[in-house]
């Protein structure tokens, strides 16, 4: 059983910083892209970041450029989302995903996790 756990959220006072994790498990991921998506209340969920299965090929939303960083683990079944600069803003439910290339940046990875709730308090 595929499974995509995630940690690391919780609340932060704007300027702050947290870290998420994502283990996967249940198959190999080696050869998938992974990534994190948000949604915050009352929105649609949207793309955060991704990378590519050799841990190069980043995408980053434009809306957190420069403030997130996107990486993967050695064993390439984890990805970690440093997040610094913290606004308000980034108040969400981040969820972590994985897909075969292309489907994590159109939005349709074949496995998401249950989501960690991210609050920044201005």
């Known amino acids: 059983q595929v499974q995509l756990v995630e940690s690391g959220g919780g609340l932060v006072q704007a300027g702050g910083s947290l870290r998420l994790s994502c283990a996967a498990s249940g198959r190999t991921f080696s050869s998938y892209v992974l990534g994190w998506f948000r949604q915050a209340p009352g929105k649609e969920r949207e793309f955060v970041a991704a990378i590519r299965e050799s841990g190069g090929g980043i995408s980053y939303a434009d809306s957190v450029k420069g403030r997130f960083t996107i990486s993967r683990g050695n064993a390439k079944n984890t990805v970690y989302l440093q997040m610094d600069s913290l606004k308000p803003e980034d108040t969400a439910v981040y969820y972590c995903?994985?897909?075969?290339?292309?489907?994590?940046?159109?939005?349709?990875?074949?496995?998401w996790g249950q989501g960690t709730q991210v609050t920044v308090s201005s």
């Open positions: 995903a994985a897909g075969r290339f292309g489907t994590v940046l159109a939005g349709t990875p074949e496995y």
